[in-house]
């Protein structure tokens, strides 16, 4: 019998996770519309030409901030962590997306002395590693993330495999769906310094998540969107909420950022 196809694996994945019901009709939906949608490769170019204007270097950004430049790079500092999580990630037997710039996470979680993160997205959990590794030097300090498994994938017992069991204390994590997750998730921190969204990046999934983290998020505090090359949903929120976007590259990709400079929520 011919090995099943990733679309057939996850649609049994979808039917063996009554749960996830919700989630697969929304998924479809989304799926659908882009059938209907030809314009959405012209989206995503029209995204990148928005980036590429629009984007400064690390060292900028930080001045625009208001942040000094890091003292110690990341990688030097936390070196053995770092050599430890690799390892862990190459005895992982199922294959899951890559980390978002953690040298940059680190140092605007470390910047702010933030004392309660959300997440969205884990995958290796290379982003929770950064987040974590500045937490753990702060008294009752907490990262809160959501992560939904790879239908069809079999990663469920593999997310956040390269966060070492130390700092698990600091850690809470909902395994499930932004729709279901996040609502918990804030449940648990109503005033947070920073939110890191690199989950759903269809512009309704953002469009529905970016409010909810914006409203939480505390005057002064980081909004950081990974990935905000795919559409336009991040300039579209920055124009909604009236404030001035921020953006970097990491590699190929555009990262967000946005300082809730008032109390302007939905």
Known sequence: MAPLSQKSRALWWYIRHPRYYREFLRVSTIEIKRLWRPRVQDEAAKAREWCSVNVVSVSEAFEMMGIAEQSQPFEEQWKEQLRQAHEREKQCPVKMGGGSDLALLFHLTESIKAQTVIETGVAYGWSSLAFLLSLKQRNNSRLISTDKPYPGAGNEQFVGCVVPSDLYDHWTIFRETDRTGLPKAISLARNIDLCHYDSDKSYDGRMWAYPLLWNILRSGGLFISDDIGDNLAFRDFCEKINEPPIVVR?????????????????
């Open 250 to 266: 990491s590699g190929e990709r555009f990262i967000g950022l946005i300082i809730k400079m008032g109390k302007n929520n939905f």
